[in-house]
């Protein structure tokens, strides 16, 4: 079955602009995760959905940050007026719900802000 | 704030050489996972340890948890080019369904 979709894959954008990254998730699973990777480091944890559950938002760094998730599908992260040191790689990650259960990651979104 | 530390932070090494990636925390995990990430692609799971002390082997790599569940470790014999890649640990925070990922170790196999 088709695995974790992101896109843009890429998008280049100017300083001060809104962006809008989608994440659509592996069919059935009822969790989903935006996670940020700086320069091939580590993954700093954005925000959660669960099912109908309020999303966990305790990892974005500032309130030009936002995502939803519609339908307990499709989930979009918004960044408005965005700033140089928003640029990163933006992962996106579906399981079955439980932090034991196996996360998959989509191929993630790279963000340029010039 | 839980965190986890790798280390080494980069490795290079010829291929057929053993190599240990450390992963350390001064904060208890109920469950650790290892991850594999190559460029361009996002992290895909190789393993989960759940108990301290738990040793898990898959073909060449052999991970470990520590007694106290604050540290883990994987173990590489006889690197190949193909294990090159970004590796990244993480740990289930307690009480969330979060994972809090280390600082990740760059290996590279040269041939």
């Known amino acids: 079955g088709a695995g974790v979709s992101q896109s843009p894959s890429n998008k280049v954008t100017e300083k001060g602009k809104d962006v809008e990254l989608r994440c659509d998730p592996i069919?059935?699973?009822?969790?989903l995760y935006w996670y940020r990777q700086s320069l091939g480091q580590g993954l700093e944890f954005l925000i959660y959905?669960?099912?109908?559950?309020?999303?966990?938002k305790s990892g974005l760094p500032s309130d030009r940050f936002s995502a939803e998730r519609t339908g307990g599908s499709v989930s979009t992260l918004t960044i408005q007026r965005t700033q140089q040191e928003d640029s990163a790689v933006y992962l996106c990650?579906?399981?079955?719900?439980?932090?034991?259960?196996?996360?998959?990651f989509g191929p993630g979104t790279r963000l340029l802000v010039l | 704030t839980q965190l986890l530390e790798q280390s080494p932070q980069f490795l290079s090494i010829q291929e057929g050489e053993n190599l240990t990636v450390y992963c350390n925390s001064s904060?208890?995990?109920?469950?650790l996972q290892w991850y594999r990430q190559e460029p361009g692609e996002g992290p895909v799971l190789l393993v989960t340890?759940?108990?301290?002390?738990e040793v898990k082997k898959l073909k060449r790599l052999t991970f470990q948890f520590g007694d106290a569940r604050k540290d883990s470790s994987l173990h590489i014999t006889a690197a190949q080019p193909g294990d090159t890649g970004l590796y990244l640990c993480?740990?289930?925070?307690?009480?969330?369904?979060?994972?809090?990922f280390g600082t990740g170790t760059r290996l590279q196999v040269f041939p």
């Open positions: 990650a579906s399981s079955l719900g439980g932090v034991a259960e196996t996360q998959y």
């Open positions: 069919s059935g699973h009822t969790a």
């Open positions: 959905f669960q099912g109908n559950s309020a999303p966990d």
């Open positions: 904060s208890v995990f109920s469950s």
């Open positions: 340890v759940v108990t301290g002390g």
């Open positions: 993480a740990g289930a925070a307690n009480n969330t369904d979060k994972l809090i």
